[in-house]
């Protein structure tokens, strides 16, 4: 049996997590096995017979997306464009030395920008459709982690997120294989997949 699989090799990594908002904190909580548990903080859970979740604590775009950038992205692009931030520096990669039309950025997103779909939605039930965003739309949909990135690191190569539940982040690697052996007779073409829950 021929083995045409391509070998895969991660040179850098980032992580936007409950146990920790860098690859480096997130494995030293991990291997110590500290929880990301605790009491639900983003919104009002007394009502709820669970308050607790696994909520990421003391994140920040800072220094890293323009201030009125980041008030158009929902919560999850941010975390999806700050990890590509660190799995880039971590990797070493010069962006202004490789080819950014054959660098592209494949994602995986369980479900997108729900923050963004709650807060527009309450708006149009409290005070109307004239309230709601014009930005709604393009901050919630799953494909705008894999686009932000996109934009932010100036790729243009092969770009989509995977939405596929608790699978996505798997199947954006499989993702990545078939879009380098669909757009490219050279396997060598870049992908980033940060990590971001």
Known sequence: MVNNQHRVVVTGSGVISPLGNDTGQF????????????????FDASGLGTRFACE????????????????????FVQFAVVAAHEAIRTAGLD???????????VLGS??????????QHSLLRERGPGRVSPFFIPMMISDMAAGQVSIQFGLRGPNFCTVSACS??????????????????NPRSTAFMPWAT
Do not use: H
Not at 27 to 42: D, E, Q, Y
Not at 168 to 185: E, V
């Open 27 to 42: 494995w030293k909580n991990l291997v110590a096995g500290v929880s990301g548990a605790g009491p639900i903080t983003r």
């Open 95 to 105: 962006l202004d030395s490789i080819n950014r039309d054959r660098a592209g950025v």
């Open 168 to 185: 996505s982040s798997a199947l954006s690697s499989a993702g990545t294989d078939a879009s380098q052996s669909m757009n490219s007779p």
């Open 110 to 119: 369980g479900i997108g920008g729900m923050e963004t779909f709650e807060s």
């Open 56 to 75: 990421v604590k003391g994140f920040t775009t800072e220094g890293i997306v323009d201030r009125k950038d980041a008030k158009r992205m929902d919560r």
